[in-house]
């Protein structure tokens, strides 16, 4: 097991930075990075054909853009959440909510005008889809989405000024795509895993609420509600190649967890979020289960 101090230690600095989760943020896009750079081999992919769904147009300092909105069965849906309670987390400046999307190639193509211009696909999940076909914030929510992706992963900056093309549900042809095969789904609870609390369901510690989800191959994020506890002070916390036991000041909280992944005890990071009453823990992964 890791030694409980130094991460208790951990804990304690982390909650004092200006902002309540850049420490945390900021250690996870460090393990991120290092992972991404340690990877050696590709993960295993499978080829899809995404289906039409929507256009729309923007600009960029090469010319006409045109997105390209497709959706597809094998791309993971988002969290089930209300718009609620997703424009709540967005005005909270909240990260947890993800919208996965497989960005395509750029792809040449001529307009109505005859006139070049580049077409970019993006596919969501088709059930997510369906869904957003009925929601202006969502929709826009998505475009806005594809475009900073497609700008971030193809080093583009594009008018943030979009317009739907109206009657023409793609522009040019929709290419295949190839995406992760082995998407490990989140598990959202804690009785997915084989977890314990001493004294039982009825005295003693509370166990608190886990959920875990892989944030990339070999990254593993955990979120522990904590909804009794202002900050880390009096928090242990003790990570083993397979096992996360956290335990809470006052005996208020225990959790044991059994997690079958093997873990990089010595990289993981832990860090408190004050608004949101959560330990966040980043747990770098030796290698995953075939």
């Known amino acids: 097991m890791a030694n409980p101090k130094q991460l208790a230690l951990e804990l304690s600095e982390a909650e004092t930075m200006g902002a309540d989760s850049a420490g945390f943020e900021e250690l996870l896009l460090q393990a991120s990075k290092e992972l991404q750079q340690a990877q050696t081999t590709r993960p295993e992919s499978t080829q899809i054909q995404p289906q039409p769904g929507f256009c729309v147009k923007t600009n960029s300092s090469e010319g006409k853009v045109f997105i390209n909105?497709?959706?597809?069965?094998s791309i993971p849906p988002p969290a089930d959440v209300t718009e609620e309670e997703l424009l709540q987390m967005l005005e909270e400046?909240?990260?947890?909510?993800r919208i996965p999307m497989s960005l395509g190639e750029p792809h040449a193509e001529l307009d109505a005008k005859g006139q070049g211009c580049t077409a970019y696909d993006v596919a969501v999940n088709s059930d997510f889809y369906r869904r957003m076909q009925n929601s202006d914030f969502l929709r826009e929510l998505v475009i806005t989405i594809a475009r900073e992706g497609l700008e971030d992963?193809?080093?583009?900056q594009l008018n943030p000024e979009w317009r739907m093309m109206k009657n023409r549900p793609f522009m040019g042809s929709i290419s295949q795509q190839n995406i992760r095969s082995r998407q490990r789904p989140r598990i959202q609870e804690l009785g997915d895993l084989n977890t314990s609390a001493p004294g039982g369901a009825e005295s003693g510690p509370e166990k608190p609420h886990l959920s875990l989800w892989l944030e990339a191959p070999d990254l593993l994020l955990a979120e522990i509600d904590l909804p009794k506890l202002d900050g880390a002070l009096g928090l242990s916390l003790e990570?083993?190649?397979n096992r996360l036991v956290m335990g809470g000041p006052q005996q208020l909280y225990y959790l044991d967890a059994y997690i079958p992944l093997q873990i990089n005890s010595d990289e993981s990071k832990a860090a408190f979020h004050r608004k949101r009453k959560q330990l966040m823990v980043a747990m770098p992964l030796l290698s995953l289960p075939s």
């Open 69 to 73: 909105i497709c959706h597809s069965t």
């Open 93 to 97: 400046d909240q990260t947890g909510f």
């Open 153 to 156: 992963k193809y080093n583009l």
């Open 239 to 241: 990570i083993g190649e």
